[in-house]
């Protein structure tokens, strides 16, 4: 059974950095596609970036581009998003899905895993 852990959230102030980690178990993950998507309170969730596990074109939200990047460490079975520049908007619950097959990386709806999510917040 596919297992996601997102881990590194919390609180900083606007201009700081985070990042986050997302660890998988459960199978090999050769090529799934990863992708991290936030929601925020009262807000639909949305795509933030994604990759292909084994390597490829990564993919960001026009939000983000320039100051997240998502990345991977096979050693640990990681996929971890290194956020800079942060703003009060990026404030929001962020989420690590999975899936094996995918035609659109902006649809949640298309992430057959979900991680429990993360809290960032970040204050101005």
């Known amino acids: 059974q596919v297992q996601l852990v997102e881990s590194g959230g919390g609180l900083v102030q606007a201009g700081g950095s985070l990042r986050l980690s997302c660890a998988a178990s459960?199978?090999?993950?050769?090529?799934?596609?990863i992708g991290w998507f936030r929601q925020a309170p009262g807000k639909e969730r949305e795509f933030v970036a994604g990759?292909?596990?084994?390597?490829?074109?990564?993919y960001y939200a026009d939000s983000v581009k320039g100051r997240f990047t998502i990345s991977r460490s096979s050693a640990y079975n990681t996929v971890y998003l290194q956020m800079n520049s942060l703003k009060p908007e990026d404030t929001a619950v962020y989420y690590c899905?999975?899936?094996?097959?995918?035609?659109?990386?902006?649809?949640?709806?298309?992430?057959?895993?979900w991680g429990q999510g993360t809290q960032v917040t970040v204050s101005s």
């Open positions: 899905a999975a899936t094996e097959w995918i035609s659109s990386w902006y649809n949640s709806r298309e992430y057959a895993y």
């Open positions: 459960g199978r090999t993950f050769s090529n799934y596609a």
């Open positions: 990759r292909r596990w084994s390597g490829g074109n990564t």
